[in-house]
């Protein structure tokens, strides 16, 4: 019981409600943390009005040359919001592939543990540097 009220329970993202029961429908525990990474890393600084300061900032990197430089502080970005805003893990590496870089994907790999059950995880989120896909 002490492990699901430390890692909690909240709306399912995208907000989801159940017709037949009129509810919405809320996550709990591992995959509460993967839909709180996702939506740290996809909100702008500045998004949320009673809470300006959180998110990632990594949306305003979309355009940029993928160079060395942009990798390792898009790497810091996401590290800085993880310990900030996630308590309910402990973050061990932040890994970036950029396998398909004519298309654009640069795949941000977070490994992390939970720390009521010490249990390790990985969230995959795939970042699109630019739209548009590969003429052949």
């Known amino acids: 019981m ?7 329970t909240g709306w399912s ?8 029961q009129k509810s919405l429908i809320t996550v709990s525990g591992e ?17 949320r009005v009673l809470r300006s300061d959180y998110g990632c900032g990594i949306k305003a990197m979309s355009f940029e040359n993928m160079t060395v430089t942009m990798m390792t502080k898009l790497k810091r970005l996401i590290e ?9 893990i402990d ?12 298309e654009g994907i640069l795949y ?17 989120y795939p970042f699109y540097i630019k739209e548009g896909s590969l003429v052949q």
Do not use: A, C, M
């Open 91 to 102: 973050l061990e590496n932040v890994s970036l592939k950029n396998s398909i870089e004519l």
């Open 31 to 47: 995959l509460d943390i993967e839909q709180s990474l996702e939506l740290l890393i996809t909100t702008s600084p500045g998004e």
């Open 80 to 88: 800085k919001s993880i310990l900030k805003y996630e308590p309910r």
């Open 2 to 8: 002490e492990e699901k009220q430390f890692l909690g």
């Open 108 to 124: 941000i790999q977070i490994h992390y543990r939970l720390r009521t059950t010490n249990s390790r995880s990985n969230f995959v």
């Open 13 to 20: 993202f995208p907000p989801t409600f159940n017709k037949t």
